[in-house]
């Protein structure tokens, strides 16, 4: 049994680390209410355009959307996925639900992969097993900005205009709730044209030209999946570290209670140990 000065020693490095990761849950709880302000306000504007681009399909001819490159679809031979992780760890499963997912999906693909990775943790991932980086973006911060997502569907749009790639999918963790982080995946490009409304049968008059209306609208109807997608990731990733670090804290509870259980036995049988040398010698001497 360890001597009480080296659980009394191990007793005061676990509180110290307790006080850590109650610090730590703390600051993921403040960072956590301003990321999912972020989401639930972003949420309507990408719904609401989703409407907007499906009214505009159910009113525009289908020639003119087959001939914008966004809409182009052509024989898959190279596909990519841009993949949403995390910068830094300690944050459950979070980085690891997302590789798990990807490397599922790669593994069932029979033509060739390439990765748009955001955030280091999906990077250093893939990297370490020798998967192609097309383009990589990280340290995007604690509240990634429209600039920032902008910048990162540029490089998509890029990538599958000049045809380096016949397809890319999204892979990001998807927000429910503080304690729930849903991986998902969705198809970004080619974007998929839209089923007008059925019951939609008025005449709109477009200004400027349907051309010049989709070919604004659809890259920023991409721009904004991937807004969307950031702002969800930093929610997921503060949600699932705060519930990993106060997991944490509780352990740590835990240890320090067994520990000073076993600290207060072992003083216990060293007390009885000294009593019993005292007697032994008490009665030697008579």
Do not use: W
């Not at 505009?56 to 001819?61: F, K």
């Not at 499963?93 to 997912?101: D, E, K, Q, T, V």
């Not at 990775?117 to 020798?130: L, W």
């Amino acid at each position: 049994m360890a001597g009480v000065r080296d659980i009394r020693r191990r007793i005061r490095s676990v509180r110290n680390m307790q006080q850590i990761t109650r610090a730590m849950k703390m600051v993921a709880a403040a960072k956590l209410r301003r990321a999912q302000e972020k989401v639930i306000a972003s949420r309507p504007y990408a719904r609401q355009l989703q409407e907007v681009l499906a009214r505009l399909a159910a009113n525009v001819d289908a020639e003119l959307t087959e001939a914008q490159p966004l809409l182009e679809q052509r024989p898959v031979q190279r596909t990519a996925y841009l993949l949403v992780s995390s910068d830094r760890g300690l944050c459950g499963g979070f980085n690891a639900n997302l590789l798990r997912l990807t490397s599922s999906v790669i593994t069932e693909q029979k033509q060739e992969v390439g990765l748009v990775t955001v955030g280091r943790k999906g990077r250093d991932y893939f990297r370490r097993r020798k998967l192609e980086i097309l383009d990589e973006f990280t340290g995007l911060g604690d509240s990634p900005s429209y600039q920032q997502a902008k910048r990162i569907a540029g490089k998509i749009i890029q990538l599958y205009v000049t045809k380096e790639v016949d397809e890319v999918h999204l892979v990001y963790s998807e927000f429910v709730n503080a304690l729930t982080q849903r991986p998902s995946i969705i198809k970004l490009l080619p974007i998929e044209r839209p089923a007008g409304e059925q019951a939609d049968k008025q005449q709109y008059i477009f200004e400027p030209t349907p051309t010049v209306i989709l070919s604004t609208l659809l890259p920023r109807y991409t721009e904004t999946l991937i807004y969307g997608a950031l702002l969800e990731s930093r929610a997921s990733e503060e949600g699932a570290r705060m519930t990993a670090m106060g997991a944490a804290t509780d352990n740590a509870k835990e240890m320090i209670s067994a520990l000073t259980l076993v600290m207060n036995r072992a003083r216990q049988a060293a007390i009885t140990t000294e009593i019993s040398e005292i007697v032994g010698g008490a009665a030697a001497l008579e």
